[in-house]
C-alpha cells in the first residue's frame, strides 16, 4: 500500500487523558482511534495486525479441531436469568429495548453456545465438540487505563467444548494448555501458566496464562528455575519462599498481563441450560464442560508493551501490518522515485505486503515515522542504492543495517 493512499496519519501526540504506552503508540502510529475509555476503533494499520493474532489463534484453534462459528452479541435476557448471571455478573451491560424487553451485550457465550451444542449433539456419538468464535466482547468494567488491554468493547477469542467424560475432558484441556503456549510464542511472547482456582463460578482447578509486563494488572509468584508460577491472589506462597515444585530456587514476584485462561466448569452451565444428552445405554446426561478465552486486542497491547522502544513500536514480524516498510529517501529525485516505485511493484506482484513511503516529505521525517509504525523490516532506498552499492535494509529491534542487491531482496 501507498502511504499516500493510507487514510491515516501520525501524529507527536495521543489524547492527553491517555496513559497507558500501548495505546499513545498505536493511537500516534494511525492503528486505533480512541472513541472513549475503554473504547477504539481499529484503523486500516490495526486492523491489519489485529488480524495477525486472530489468524494465528485461527489456526492453533483449527489444529485442534476446534469449528469456528460466530455467534450473537445481543443477547436475549433469558438464559442469563436462568444461569443467575444476571444478577451476579456486574460487569454485564443490559440493555432496556423500546419493545419493553431486556437484552444483555455478550461479555462471554456460555449463555449462548449451551444452548446451541444442545440442539446439535443430542448423543453421545455427537461428542466431544469444541466450537469456538473469534470477535467482540461488552464488559462494564469499572477500571479502564490500561488502554487496549482493557477495553470496556474488546476482541476474545473464546472456545466451548462439551465432553462425555472427565478424563476426555482432561485430554482436551491439556492440549489447548500447550496451543495456547504455540500462540503467544508465535506472538514474540513468553507466557506463564497459573493455577488458579476456577473464579466466581467453579471450585474446579483453572489455569491463566500470564506474560511478564508492568502493564499489567496481576501480580505473580513464579519459579526462574522451572515453570511454577501462581496468581499472588490465591497464592499459599510468598516472596522468597523455595520453590514448592523444583526446590531449587526462590519465589520471585512480577507484573504480569493475564492473555488467556481456561476453565474446567463442569455440568454448571449444561444443568443450568438444560443441556442432556443420550449416553451409551440411553440415559440422559450432562456433558463435562470447557471454556477457553484468549483476548486478542489485549495480546496486541502486551506485544506493544513488550517491544516498543523510545521510538515507537517494534512489531514482531508474525504480527506486523505488512512484511516491509519501503522508503524512498530521496522524494525528489527523479531517478530514486522510479526505482523506488519499480521495486515497490516487483515487490508486490510477489505477493509480499509492502507500506510503501512515497510521500513528498523529508527523509528524516520518514524515518521517524517508520519507527514509530514499527514494521521489522525498513528497506530504504536512496541515491546509493541506484549507484549499486546494494539496497539497505533496516531490522527495526536492532537497527542493524544490512546491504542487498535487488534480486536478492526479491528472491528472500
Ligand atoms: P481480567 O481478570 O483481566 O478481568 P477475566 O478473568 O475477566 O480477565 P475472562 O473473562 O476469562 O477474563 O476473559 C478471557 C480473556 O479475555 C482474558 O484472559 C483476557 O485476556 C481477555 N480480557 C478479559 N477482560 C478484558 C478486557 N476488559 N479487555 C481486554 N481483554 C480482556
Ligand atoms: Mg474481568
Redesign the pocket.
Known amino acids: 500500500m501507498r502511504q499516500t493512499a493510507l487514510f491515516t496519519k501520525t501524529r507527536r501526540e495521543a489524547p492527553a487523558d491517555e496513559v497507558a504506552k500501548n495505546a499513545q503508540l498505536l493511537i500516534r502510529a494511525g492503528y486505533v482511534h480512541k472513541e472513549m475509555a475503554g473504547v477504539y476503533s481499529y484503523l486500516s494499520l490495526g486492523l491489519r495486525t489485529l488480524r495477525k493474532i486472530e489468524d494465528i489463534v485461527r489456526e492453533e484453534m483449527d489444529a485442534l479441531g476446534g469449528q469456528e462459528i460466530r455467534m450473537a452479541t445481543l443477547h436475549p435476557s433469558e438464559p442469563w436469568r436462568q444461569t443467575g448471571a444476571w444478577e451476579q455478573v456486574d460487569v454485564l451491560f443490559k440493555i432496556d429495548s423500546r419493545t419493553e424487553k431486556e437484552y444483555a451485550l455478550g461479555q462471554?457465550e456460555e449463555e449462548i453456545v449451551t444452548p446451541i451444542a444442545s440442539e446439535y449433539a443430542p448423543s453421545y456419538k455427537d461428542l466431544p465438540v469444541a466450537i469456538y468464535q473469534i470477535g467482540q466482547k461488552y464488559?462494564d468494567?469499572l477500571r479502564a487505563k490500561s488502554g487496549i488491554?482493557?477495553?470496556?468493547e474488546?476482541g476474545?477469542k473464546d472456545m466451548y467444548s462439551f465432553h462425555t467424560t472427565q478424563e476426555d475432558f482432561d485430554r482436551f484441556y491439556e492440549i489447548v494448555k500447550q496451543a495456547y503456549l504455540r500462540i503467544y510464542s508465535r506472538c514474540g511472547l513468553v507466557a506463564k501458566v497459573t493455577e488458579a482456582s476456577g473464579?466466581s463460578f467453579s471450585q474446579k482447578i483453572s489455569y491463566?496464562f500470564m506474560v511478564l509486563t508492568d502493564a499489567g494488572?496481576d501480580t505473580i509468584l513464579y519459579c526462574e528455575a522451572c515453570d511454577y508460577c501462581v496468581n499472588l491472589e490465591v497464592a499459599k506462597v510468598k516472596e522468597g519462599d523455595e520453590c514448592p515444585k523444583c526446590r531449587k530456587s526462590t519465589l520471585k514476584t512480577g507484573i504480569a498481563s493475564?492473555?488467556?485462561?481456561v476453565f474446567d466448569l463442569g455440568d454448571r452451565y449444561p444443568r443450568a441450560l438444560g443441556f442432556m444428552y443420550k449416553d451409551e445405554e440411553g440415559r440422559a446426561q450432562y456433558p463435562i464442560m470447557g471454556c477457553y478465552?484468549?483476548?486478542t486486542?489485549?495480546l496486541m497491547g502486551v506485544i506493544v508493551q513488550a517491544f516498543a522502544d523510545d521510538k515507537g513500536i517494534v512489531w514482531p514480524e508474525s504480527v506486523a501490518p505488512f512484511q516491509y516498510h519501503l522508503v524512498s529517501a530521496a522524494p525528489n529525485d527523479p531517478e530514486v522515485v522510479r526505482y523506488a516505485d519499480a521495486l515497490y511493484d516487483d515487490l508486490t506482484k510477489k505477493g509480499r505486503a509492502v507500506l510503501y513511503d512515497d510521500r513528498d516529505v523529508r527523509a528524516g521525517e520518514k524515518f521517524a515515522d517508520s519507527d514509530l509504525i514499527g514494521i521489522s523490516h525498513r528497506i530504504v532506498i536512496g541515491k546509493d542504492a541506484i549507484g549499486g552499492k546494494g539496497i539497505e535494509v533496516v531490522a527495526r529491534s536492532t537497527g542493524t543495517v544490512s546491504r542487498m542487491t535487488r534480486e536478492d531482496l526479491l528472491a528472500t
Do not use: I, K
Open positions: 462471554s464488559r468494567e488491554m482493557r477495553g470496556r474488546f476474545m473464579g491463566e494488572e493475564e492473555v488467556g485462561n478465552g484468549l483476548g486486542t489485549r
